[in-house]
């Protein structure tokens, strides 16, 4: 399995945004809290890290650019 992929964010409720975006993509994330910081854990279970990250490349694209109801939950304009 590749190792993680540990994402900043800005608080809980954007992290839990994210991990359901991620997992629509056949990955695993939940959200994690480090030191002071919260953080999206993303996993999968793919060998090959340069799949894995093609994957995540794709899933976050999606969140990033996804409809007006996900970008509203997420605060953008």
């Known amino acids: 399995m590749a190792d993680p992929i540990y994402i900043n964010i800005s608080d809980p409720a954007e ?3 994210l991990a359901r975006a991620i997992g629509r993509y056949g990955l695993s994330a939940g959200l ?3 030191d002071t910081r919260w953080q999206v854990e993303i996993s999968s279970p793919r060998e090959d890290p340069r ?14 650019g996804g409809g007006r109801a996900d970008s509203a ?3 953008s304009p």
């Open 15 to 17: 992290g839990a945004a």
């Open 73 to 75: 939950s997420r605060g």
């Open 32 to 34: 994690v809290r480090s």
């Open 51 to 64: 799949t894995f990250l093609a994957d995540v490349g794709v899933a976050l694209a999606a969140w990033n």
